[in-house]
């Protein structure tokens, strides 16, 4: 539990905030601030006097009298210092502008991006209302094969033209992984559906995750909630420490560097319990990947629970449409 707790990070939708890090790493993050190591400096060398300006300056005099430069040049050296300090303070100031604005920029381009991110979302809602609400096509979907990976790789791609926007390092890929069940009734999570960076050869290799598997366990480890979602940003760490499971295409190129961040949330389906309850059960796994270390923050959050309760419908319709059609006409 302890190298979990190190390699993975969760968050939740509700969280606007998104992922929360621990004190001590927010206080690291402040102090290694440029704005705020350049506020510092700005103070230190703009206000020289009383504090530590004039000490420095009487330890300054002495040596430099010491060194026999006569008291004529080193009253020049102190005023050229002087001036070197007030440069300095300037060109500091100019960075701190520069910072600010900079800020206010980059705040600007966060907007747009969200607003991006949104207008794309809509259109991959589109896809999947258009999906389920008509039934001859969901039927078409759903019979067959071709055509449901092939519906589930279109979403995948409209997903992946979202995080592209909203991720700002590296290449993103998504996959969708759902669960199947072979002839004895063992439960695998093979791969329907990748899109972006994630390559299709994946597949000559790709693995179905088991219920053993680390994504599997974690997702299902019944300490978080099911709408939880799951950052590891530091994927090789991950699998050196045996936290996510190895396979073929964590530990061969080009395929391995192509996942060295990932986050992934599952998928549910609603089912009615004994208890007269409804309880989430896993169908599913719904991924994001950058082939950069500590691409994903908390600001994909409600996003990828989003498109996995879009999945989680679509599956839903469609095991439902499946149900229907096996059903036998009752008797006239």
């Known amino acids: ?63 430099l009298l010491f060194t026999g430069i006569g008291e004529q040049t080193a009253d020049m050296v102190m005023r050229a210092l002087g001036v070197l300090m007030l440069v300095i303070a300037m060109l500091l100031l100019v960075a701190f502008v520069a910072l600010v604005y900079k800020g206010l920029d980059e705040d600007v381009l966060a907007a747009q991006r969200r607003e991006i991110a949104l207008n794309r979302l809509a259109m991959l809602a589109w896809t999947v209302r258009s999906a389920i609400e008509v039934d001859d096509r969901l039927a078409d979907i759903a019979r067959s094969t071709e055509a449901y990976r092939g519906f589930l790789s279109k979403v995948a791609a409209e997903a992946e033209r979202v995080f592209s926007v909203l991720v700002r390092e590296g290449r993103v890929g998504v996959a969708i992984r759902l669960l199947t069940q072979d002839d004895s009734g063992a439960s695998s999570f093979p791969t329907f559906a990748r899109a972006g960076n994630l390559s299709a050869k994946r597949d000559l290799e790709s693995t179905p995750l088991t219920v053993r598997s680390g994504v599997i366990e974690i997702a299902t480890s019944g300490e978080e909630s099911s709408d939880a979602v799951f950052f590891i940003n530091n994927a090789r760490g991950a699998f050196d420490s045996g936290v996510l499971s190895r396979d073929f295409n964590s530990e061969n190129e080009p395929y391995a560097s192509e996942v060295l961040s990932m986050a992934f949330t599952r998928i549910n389906l609603s089912e009615r319990g004994l208890d007269g309850r409804d309880h989430d059960e896993l169908v599913g796994i719904f991924y994001v990947t950058s082939d950069v270390k500590n691409a994903f923050d908390g600001i994909i959050t409600s996003y990828m629970v989003l498109i996995a309760d879009m999945l989680s419908l679509f599956l839903k319709r469609a095991d439902a449409y499946l149900v229907d059609e096996r059903e036998p006409e009752g008797e006239m």
Do not use: H, K, N
């Open 1 to 63: 539990m302890g190298q979990r707790r190190t390699f993975v990070e969760v968050d939740y939708p509700s969280e606007s905030a998104g992922l929360r890090p621990s004190i001590g790493r927010r206080v690291l993050e402040v102090v290694r601030s440029p704005t705020v190591v350049t506020v510092l400096l700005t103070f230190l060398f703009s206000s020289s006097a009383p504090w530590w300006g004039q000490p420095v300056a009487d330890m300054l005099r002495p040596l």
